[in-house]
């Protein structure tokens, strides 16, 4: 199999561990959720350009800043796109313009370009797809910023090459948690009246979010697409509420529900789900990667749909969690 060349902005929690991941299973496949996506091991994934805005990063090699986990690599942090007001405590923003950094990435030749970059940031990530589309690699945003138009996924579409997104949706993270027993209520023919689902985490992607703007925007996001399991309307909540450090980079999803069944019975349900943020949307990542690297190949560019709802909260066609995993497994594992 050819190698699937993935750049990445943005070197925060999930990249690092994304980057371990790739070292781990060299050996392993325990804790892979799909080994084998269309032929593709993991193996076959290769990070080929790392970029970040922060100046205590950009110049430093991978295997620097990576500090809790032996790594070998020598890739250097290069300088990305700053077209967003950020603070960066005790550092500074190192950035290049938008030109140079289509030029840098189409020195390197990637497949892809995964944006990784912090919540909020909606214009660097605008631009961060534009500059994918100019320098012929497909775009993958896993941030919650709204980067996917039709138009623009046209454009990829014209040019061969996709874009994926938007707000990757976690293996088994708080939002797919509830979509799942919302679908298992639903189909076992309980009506659902009231539910909420309280996320409080300690990594720095949380304590963005605390800002109330974005805060409301994530809430939107999460409880739109726990509505797709249910057809019809209830009062429903979710998104993240607190930034607790001491949680570090775990979160804590506190799920309450309101329902009734035979003669209107009552059933509450009170529960919460601790969870490893960063590892949890690894998988995810590296299935879509390789699924859309396939599809790519086979010249089968609508198939970005299919990989869209099984790997992101807000993709533009929106499918119940249980058909986004069936269609995508039919298509893709073997
Ligand atoms: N399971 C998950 O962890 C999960 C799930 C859904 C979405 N996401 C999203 O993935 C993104 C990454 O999450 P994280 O926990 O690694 O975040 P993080 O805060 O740990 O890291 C973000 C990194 O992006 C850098 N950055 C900020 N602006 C940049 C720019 N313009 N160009 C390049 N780099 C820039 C920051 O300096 C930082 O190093 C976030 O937007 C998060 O909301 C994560």
Redesign the pocket.
Known sequence: MSTINVAI????????TLIKGLHFYKNSTEGLWHPKIAGFTVNDIAVNGV????SS?VGKKIKDVITDYKTDSDLPIQA?????I?N?PNSQVK?VKYNEFVESLKKIKTDFLVN????G?EK?SES?AKAALEAGCSFFN????KTITPQLKSSFESKGLMILGD????QF?GTAFHRGMMEFMVNRGITIHKAYQLDVGG???TQ??MAEQLREKKRKIKTESISVEVPYPFRSTAGTTEYASQLGNSRVSYYWMEAKGFLGAPIEMDLSLRTS??S??CNVILDAIRAAKFAISKKDITKSDIISAYAF?NPLKKTKIRESIKAFEEAFVN
């Not at 707000?167 to 976690?170: A, E, G, K, Q, V």
């Open positions: 902005t943005g070197v925060g929690n999930v990249t690092k970029y970040d805005v922060d990063k990305g796109i700053s077209d967003d950020i960066i950035s990784l970059i912090s919540s940031m660097s961060y896993a941030t919650s910023s707000d990757l949706m976690s993270g990594n720095a992607d963005n979010t943020d960063s949890n949307g909260k």
